[in-house]
């Protein structure tokens, strides 16, 4: 079990920027992956960046090349830079933490309670 609390989230022009953090209760190593995920209204929840243990990374097409995320282990803690703000990037921002319990890769996800991004036109 792992309690992750997020932080970062604003009210922001588009073009902007912001860091979202992402504060764990526990080591983050243990988790096979850290991801970002967002869920606007009436949308499905998507995946927004994720790093793995072993620091590999891979991005929506949308925000390829506008956000990095990073991880730090001696802090516990996740980050998300995001820049060149867009309206459509506008949604409640979850942070992840992944575990892969089984040879067949399924995985048990521990979930934030979220942060609210609203990107203004």
């Known amino acids: 079990q792992v309690q992750l609390v997020e932080s970062g989230g604003d009210l922001v022009q588009a073009g902007g920027s912001l860091r979202l953090s992402c504060a764990a209760s526990g080591r983050i190593s243990r988790f096979d992956a850290m991801a970002w995920y967002r869920q606007a209204p009436g949308n499905q929840r998507e995946l927004v960046a994720r790093i793995t243990s072993g620091g590999r990374t891979n991005y929506a097409a949308s925000v390829e090349g506008r956000f990095t995320i990073s991880r730090d282990n001696a802090k516990n803690a996740v980050y998300l830079q995001m820049s060149g703000l867009k309206p459509e990037d506008t949604a409640v921002y979850y942070c992840?933490?992944?575990?892969?319990?089984?040879?067949?890769?399924?995985?048990?996800?521990?979930w934030g309670q979220g942060t609210q991004v609203t990107v203004s036109s």
């Open positions: 992840n933490a992944e575990r892969v319990v089984n040879v067949g890769g399924a995985t048990v996800k521990y």
